[in-house]
């Protein structure tokens, strides 16, 4: 069936919205959106908590109705025709949204019979599905039993169960452990390869890196940057060189040494004692800006590159600090 | 309509799954009915004095009432569960019927009241009730309750998708189902109840099923005076009328509310 339904729809966008706005009472939570996701890729909607992500989630998967804007999923409007695309998504959610009394194989099977699967077909899936996500001696506890990572697998499962051509996973490895986060990755990875489109929310920039082909940073429900992952690093510095000094009163002399490294903002902090410099070339930029440091006897306490986060993300791109952060 | 069916079959078998494995459903479908038979009986029995009857036979018609009604607010807190879990969220995401997680869940409740008044009979007749009509006045009697009990279920899912937790629907509920329990003629006739308690009693939609079923079942004594009150005079009409009007308004609100739920 989903084969005969994928091939219907050849066009270039799996998904297509435009200009979605989304108020609750006064607040914002989506101003204008827009997102064109190819077929077969993967899009990472990459922002804070409140920056609207699980809005427009929740608006291409027929949970909410916009006030304004058009959205098509699979090539179907998602307005005028919400249970035509209902058949052609997966939705994973930022919790795991599955029956904890239940079995794993209960809630797969569940799912299935609810796409409109057959309880037969749908029970080989489920099973299926739970052994791809080495599952199968749990198979038959119920999900109370699990832990967060396995709820989330089976989660996943159940958004794959059908096939659909469109995935949406709502910040699907949000509070899991790198093992459990690396697993989930490489199903979603699978998923792709297979042509399967997918458009995923997180806040990780990692995330984004690692899965999707298009990023669009999104705040205050707008997009304020997209690109690949490489031209968003480029864009905020590879990496950024961090320097803790021993004294405040030397803040300013370093930021002048260090000054000519910099491919982007500098950020210092005045309380921490901390000079935080996007580099081209770490490697370098270390070893020059210590030669410098010491020349010019600046006494430091800790010195290192690290890779950009989210955060340097949002203070290159917006001037502020994540709402997360100021929270 | 098939797929509403379908769907709602699916949603009614997991509901079912659910009673084997959540110890508070077990507790609230078997002990409770069980433990109200049993107080009631031993409790006032001895107390409470049906003039030319037995009160422990005229109890039994009032404790099933209470229980399906009371049995009916599984729908509201079962909704209100799925709901704070996130897995309306994910039926909503689904294609299937926008009716059947509702239909779903009072279909299975009309189980777990069926299984509740299996327990209560057993009980009942243990402790010495009996069913001194008709065999199939009796099969009347349950299905008429069964067939209230459905009915109120509706109301209970509006209740359930509307309460933010799970938790309010025990305090929303019970200050409205004790007086309409309470107020009313099933556990002792309503005939001694004060004035306007009295009038509230006659038309308490409670009190005309609990009339209905005990007049079936058998259980009234003879010398009971007839009812005065037209909704008694009528009770299977009246108690059967309420349960066809709660379907009719509250079953499209359900739906609605499902509909518009888990927004966030």
């Known amino acids: ?327 | 309509m098939i797929s509403m069916i379908r769907d709602a079959t699916t949603i009614a078998r997991r509901n079912m799954i659910r009673i084997r494995r959540v110890p508070e459903v077990m507790v609230f479908v078997i002990i409770q009915p069980l433990m109200f038979v049993l107080l009631f009986a031993y409790v006032f029995g001895g107390s409470i004095d049906i003039p030319g009857g037995n009160y422990r036979e005229f109890l039994i018609a009032g404790i099933f009432t209470q229980t399906v009604v009371f049995g009916a607010t599984f729908t509201a807190s079962g909704l209100a569960e799925d709901v704070q879990k996130g897995l309306i969220n994910r039926f909503r995401s689904l294609p299937m019927s926008r009716s059947a997680v509702v239909a779903g869940r009072t279909a299975s409740d009309v189980v777990y009241n069926m299984l509740s008044i299996i327990i209560m009979s057993l009980a009942g007749l243990a402790v010495g009730w009996r069913i001194r009509g008709s065999v199939l006045d009796a099969v009347v009697a349950y299905l008429l309750l069964l067939f209230f009990s459905y009915s109120f279920s509706w109301v209970m899912a509006c209740l359930g998708l509307l309460v933010p937790t799970p938790e309010v629907v025990n305090n929303a509920t019970f200050i409205v189902l004790f007086p309409l329990t309470f107020i009313a003629n099933t556990f002792v006739p309503s005939d001694t109840l004060p004035g306007v308690l009295k009038t509230i009693a006659e038309w308490n939609p409670v009190s005309t099923l609990t009339h209905a079923v005990r007049v079936r079942f058998g259980n009234l004594p003879a010398e009971t005076p007839k009812p005065t009150a037209w909704p008694l005079q009528n009770a299977m009409l009246y108690s059967l009328g309420w349960a066809i009007l709660l379907i009719v308004v509250f079953a499209p609100i359900a739906t609605r509310l499902y509909q518009r739920t888990g927004k966030r």
């Open chain 1, 1 to 327: 069936m989903n084969d005969a339904v994928r091939s219907t729809h050849s066009g270039e966008f799996a998904v297509e919205a435009r200009g979605l706005t989304k108020r609750y009472g006064g607040v914002v939570a989506l101003d204008g959106l827009n997102l064109s996701v190819p077929t077969g890729s993967v899009l990472g909607l990459l922002g804070p908590n409140g920056a609207g992500k699980t809005t427009a989630v929740s608006i291409l998967t027929t949970l909410l109705t916009p006030d304004a804007g058009t959205a098509r999923v699979a090539g179907v409007d998602v307005l005028s025709e919400p249970q035509r695309v209902r058949s052609l998504i997966g939705l994973s959610g930022q919790y795991a949204a599955v029956d904890e009394h239940l079995t794993a194989t209960e809630n797969l099977e569940m799912i299935g019979c609810l796409y409109g699967m057959r309880r037969r077909a749908a029970r080989k899936k489920a099973n299926e599905l739970i052994e791809r996500f080495r599952l199968s001696e749990s198979a038959n506890r119920p999900l109370k039993t699990f832990s967060g990572g396995m709820r989330r697998r089976i989660d996943l499962a159940g958004a794959l169960l059908a096939d659909p051509p469109v995935l949406f996973l709502d910040e699907p490895t949000t509070g899991l452990d790198p093992r459990s986060r690396g697993e989930l990755w490489d199903v979603i990875r699978e998923r792709v390869q297979a042509g399967t489109t997918v458009v995923l929310t997180t806040q990780y920039l990692e995330e984004a890196d690692q899965l999707a082909h298009e990023i669009v940073v999104i705040d205050h429900g707008h997009a304020i940057a997209r690109g690949t992952s490489q031209e968003l690093k480029r864009r905020i510095g590879g990496e950024h060189l961090d320097i803790h000094l021993a004294f405040p009163e030397d803040l300013s002399r370093v930021e002048t040494i260090v000054r000519p490294f910099a491919i982007g903002a500098i950020r210092i902090d005045d309380q921490e004692a901390l000079v935080s410099i996007p580099v081209a070339k770490g490697v370098e930029a270390l070893g020059s800006v210590m030669v410098e440091l010491s020349a010019q006897n600046v006494e430091i306490v800790d010195i290192g590159l690290r890779r950009p986060t989210l955060d340097d993300v949002f203070m290159d791109l917006t001037g502020h600090k994540s709402q997360e952060d100021q929270s």
